[in-house]
């Protein structure tokens, strides 16, 4: 009797759980995977290099759209959380730069600094040799 009881204690709490589950799966979605908020960010490109902004361009990583930056700036519609990072404009396919990454903000600012490694400076020579400067 006590197996019997164990069993249909276990079917109605399987039961129970399955309606409740499937009742509040919206919350349940909500919290485990919460919906991304779109965001419109405003970056601002800190350029210590000798290549004109205009070789670069933002790109958000999860959706993979670009936009270039115009007078140091680049407005983007994007989502919060997602990740940003400065890329070269894909007009110049020869040369290959990543910039780091960073977590969109309404206002933010990505620094490009050629300085930092031997490897940037040549990636950067190369570049300026490309545009002709």
């Known amino acids: 009797m006590k197996l019997g009881g164990f069993i249909f204690t276990a079917l109605v709490s399987a039961i129970l759980g399955a309606v409740v589950s499937y009742s509040a799966h919206d919350k349940i979605k909500a919290l485990i995977d919460p919906p991304q908020e779109p965001l419109i960010a405003i970056v601002e490109l800190v350029n210590s290099c000798q290549v004109p902004d205009s070789a670069f361009v933002v790109m958000d990583l999860g959706t993979g759209i670009r936009v270039p930056f115009v007078n140091s700036k680049a407005r983007m519609r994007?989502?919060?959380?997602?990740?940003?990072?400065?890329?070269?404009?894909?007009?110049?396919?020869?040369?290959?730069?990543?910039?780091?990454k960073q977590i969109a903000q309404e206002r933010m600012t990505m620094s490009i600094d050629c300085a930092q490694s031997d490897r940037m400076e040549e990636t950067f020579k190369a570049l300026r040799q490309q545009l002709g400067n």
């Open 78 to 100: 994007t989502f919060d959380g997602s990740s940003l990072q400065i890329q070269l404009n894909p007009k110049y396919p020869d040369v290959t730069f990543d910039g780091p």
